[in-house]
Structure formats: structure tokens, C-alpha cells
């Protein structure tokens, strides 16, 4: 199975690039970059060198991922949101030796706007709220906001929100799936 490119997308040497996947208008594709099946990838997209895309990734519009991202499966980037890979850029100090990785784990989703700044994972599904500024790393399930970004609560697989009774059981209000909190952390169960 073959990707689609739109004819203004440019995509470098050295580049992988799975099956069904869709690049779309004045994107740039950099060298060594890994991309899933099934991706799509918005206009206006950089992808910088040796970033890595898991399967089925939506990249919306005006989105820049730097050199250090690794997104895994099924995440999604909402219009204009960007990482950062170095913490204290200089424009006459080279720093490309200090790059640090952010990985966005399976099912994330980050908002519109949004800054995920360098050295900070986001774990499997949360979901970042637009225009967060995130300074520190993101549990599984949690729902962040804000600048600072701060935890307000948990989302769903489905990306509801999760309202916890008693004994720390919520249920998901379109999957029906359970989850339980449990020492600040968020798991699925039966899963």
C-alpha cells in the first residue's frame, strides 16, 4: 500500500513512510523521519529530522514537530501546537547535541495551540487542553490545562470526562468501560 503526497509537500531523502498515510498541501517531510500507516498530515506540517510517527497519527494544520518527538499510535495534534527541543535556546550557541525526547504515548491528544515544551512525555491518552503550556509530564488519562498546564481531571479512551464515586470506579459515558483511580494514577479495568 502507497502514501498519498500533495504535489506541494516536500518530503526529504531517507524517510519511511506507511501505507495510507496523507501529506497534504506546503507540509515538509525532513530527513530520516519515520511515519506510520495511516497518518494524516495536515498543511503547513514540519516534521524534523529523525521524528518518529506510530500508526494511525492525525497531524492537524500548522503543526511543528522538532527533532526528539516520538508519538506512538493513534495520537492526535490539533492546529498550531508545537514542541520545543532545547530548553534554553540561543541563536549563537549551537545546542543540537542537547536536544531532549518527548514521547506522546498511545491515544494522546493534544489542543489547538498547545506547547509541549521539551524533556516532558505525555502519557497514554490524556488530553491536553487547547493552549496549554506544558512544563512537566503528563500522567496516563490525565486532562491538563492552562499556563502552567495543571491536571483538572481524567479523560476516557474516548475522551470523556471521568467523574470517580467512592470507591474510585467511573465508567466511560460512551464505551461503557470502567476505570479505577487508584494512588493518583488512572487504569483501565480489564484491560
Same mark, same amino acid.
Given at each position: 500500500?502507497?502514501?498519498?503526497?500533495?504535489?506541494?509537500?516536500?518530503?526529504?531523502?531517507?524517510?519511511?513512510?506507511?501505507?495510507?498515510?496523507?501529506?497534504?498541501?506546503?507540509?515538509? %517531510?525532513?530527513?530520516?523521519?519515520? +511515519? =506510520?500507516?495511516?497518518?494524516? &498530515? #495536515?498543511?503547513?506540517? @514540519? *516534521?524534523?529530522?529523525? $521524528?518518529?510517527?506510530?500508526?494511525?497519527?492525525?497531524?492537524?494544520?500548522?503543526?511543528?514537530?522538532?527533532?526528539?518527538?516520538?508519538?506512538?499510535?493513534?495520537?492526535?495534534?490539533?492546529?498550531?501546537?508545537?514542541?520545543?527541543?532545547?530548553?534554553?535556546?540561543?541563536?549563537?550557541?549551537n545546542r543540537k547535541?542537547?536536544?531532549?525526547?518527548?514521547?506522546?504515548?498511545?491515544?494522546?491528544?493534544?489542543?489547538?495551540?498547545?506547547? %509541549?515544551?521539551?524533556?516532558?512525555? +505525555? =502519557?497514554?491518552?490524556?488530553? &491536553? #487542553?487547547?493552549?496549554? @503550556? *506544558?512544563?512537566?509530564? $503528563?500522567?496516563?488519562?490525565a486532562l491538563v490545562?492552562?499556563?502552567?498546564?495543571?491536571?483538572?481531571?481524567?479523560?476516557?479512551?474516548?475522551?470523556?470526562?471521568?467523574?470517580?464515586?467512592?470507591?474510585?470506579?467511573?465508567?466511560?459515558?460512551?464505551?461503557?468501560?470502567?476505570?479505577?483511580?487508584?494512588?493518583?494514577?488512572?487504569?483501565?479495568?480489564?484491560?
Open positions: 500500500m502507497s502514501y498519498f503526497a500533495h504535489e506541494t509537500a516536500v518530503i526529504d531523502e531517507g524517510c519511511q513512510i506507511g501505507g495510507g498515510t496523507k501529506i497534504w498541501h506546503f507540509s515538509h %517531510i525532513m530527513p530520516n523521519c519515520i +511515519i =506510520g500507516e495511516k497518518c494524516n &498530515i #495536515g498543511q503547513n506540517v @514540519v *516534521v524534523s529530522p529523525e $521524528v518518529v510517527l506510530g500508526k494511525n497519527v492525525k497531524i492537524q494544520n500548522n503543526v511543528s514537530l522538532y527533532t526528539g518527538v516520538i508519538c506512538e499510535d493513534d495520537v492526535f495534534l490539533g492546529p498550531s501546537m508545537v514542541f520545543t527541543n532545547v530548553m534554553n535556546p540561543r541563536s549563537a550557541v547535541n542537547e536536544y531532549l525526547k518527548t514521547i506522546v504515548r498511545k491515544g494522546a491528544s493534544i489542543g489547538a495551540n498547545a506547547t %509541549i515544551v521539551c524533556g516532558h512525555d +505525555i =502519557g497514554k491518552y490524556a488530553f &491536553i #487542553g487547547a493552549g496549554a @503550556v *506544558v512544563i512537566k509530564t $503528563v500522567p496516563d488519562y490545562v492552562g499556563n502552567p498546564a495543571r491536571q483538572i481531571g481524567w479523560m476516557s479512551e474516548y475522551g470523556h470526562r471521568l467523574n470517580f464515586d467512592a470507591s474510585g470506579i467511573a465508567t466511560c459515558e460512551e464505551s461503557n468501560e470502567q476505570y479505577k483511580l487508584e494512588n493518583k494514577e488512572v487504569k483501565k479495568i480489564n484491560d
